[in-house]
């Protein structure tokens, strides 16, 4: 039946790959997830899912666990370097939910993972499966994997990150644009500060460099930090490098004691190259297509990277339920739905001015719903007039 769902094989198992392939299978489709990792493993990091995130992780009935794990910050701070100023203070706890539907959280990656893995079955997930073909013969797509297993699916879903295979064989290379500067991450005990007092969620903002700190578990009890700093000649773009934790407090050494203390409580620090991509002019072929870091990565300045693989995911999977089996043509509207916001999103983000000073785009971040944004293409709302009258 033309109607009937697609199979769909989904690359990489990260926070992308889980959400599409968990909301695929709430939906009734068939779905295997293909990660080349042996196994997950719990490296430090934190990650913000704000209201636009979470609003599609509540459809997948997640949002009561991840509650119970992450924290709601009060809201937002924005501090000069120096002095501690506030420059901005962004609402966000009970305030932000009442405005844009659904709670901010912030809490380790690892947790969000764990969560979004509990949503897969469990014999879905293929480890060990790292790409290293991929063709299209006319009647499916079919792959083919290092250890020499091969697969087949009518839809292919590469949310192989950065990296992405699915994207350098559909489109050839497409080379990362480094900014110059290093991210450096840890995570620390709470008890590890000695009693400093916290924000809940604060950036610092220095000239050249900036730190965001908050906490990762609703007991207060982990915290996160991550900072960037100029080094130009720096190009590893490795999500488990560690770097130098001298050298990351020594980059912070200008900046208030309240961070100077947080720095010295860390004890373990990972480094990599922050880099971003230009727009991508097209996001499929036939029946595959790339979504998430494999489409549009961002810099880490407003956390919205996993957001906006999280907003894919859903419009993704709304864009499969309308095809009427024209899978091809329901991947470009997705592509076409989605291309605007995500680069909006990757130039502001390049930018890092996001809420130093001011409201500005936070509606346009935060108030975004993927699940009912209107699809490219869809019938635009209709109005019952009468001549020399209003609409009714």
Known sequence: MPDEHPRVAVIGAGIGGLTVAGALTARGFPVQVYEQASAFSRIGAGI?????????????????????????????????????????????????????????????????????????????????????????????VELAFADG??????????????????????FGPHELRFS??????ATLPASALGGERLDDNTKWWGPDRHLIVYYLTAARDEVYAMGTVPEPDF????????????????????????????????????????ADRDPLPRWSDGDVVVMGDAAHPMMPHMGQGAAMAVEDAAVLVRCLEAAAGDWSGALRRFEETRRARTSEMQAISAGNSFARTGKDAVDFVYGYD?????????????????????DR
């Open 48 to 140: 913000q899912q704000s209201a636009n995130a979470v609003k599609v992780l509540r459809e997948l009935g997640l949002e009561p666990t991840l509650r119970a794990r992450g924290f709601v910050p009060a809201s937002f701070v924005h501090r000069a370097a120096g002095t501690g100023e506030v420059t901005n203070d962004i609402p966000l706890g009970a305030r932000a939910e009442g405005r844009y539907g659904a709670p901010y959280l912030a809490l380790h990656r690892g947790d969000l993972h764990d969560v979004l893995l509990a949503a897969v079955p469990a014999g879905a997930i293929h480890r060990g499966r790292r790409l290293v073909g991929l063709e299209q013969p006319g009647d499916g």
């Open 370 to 390: 993927a699940w009912t944004t209107p699809l490219a293409g869809a019938p635009a709302p209709t109005t019952t007039s009468t001549p020399g009258g209003n």
């Open 235 to 274: 190009d590893l773009e490795s999500w488990s490098a560690k770097g130098d934790v001298d050298v990351f407090c020594a980059a912070f050494a200008d900046f208030h004691p309240t961070v100077r203390t947080l720095l010295g409580s860390v004890p373990l620090v990972h480094k990599w190259a922050l």
């Open 180 to 185: 110059g500067k290093a991210g450096y991450r």
């Open 149 to 170: 297993s091969r697969a087949r699916a009518d839809v292919v879903v590469g949310a192989d990150g950065v990296h992405s295979l699915v994207r350098e064989t559909l």
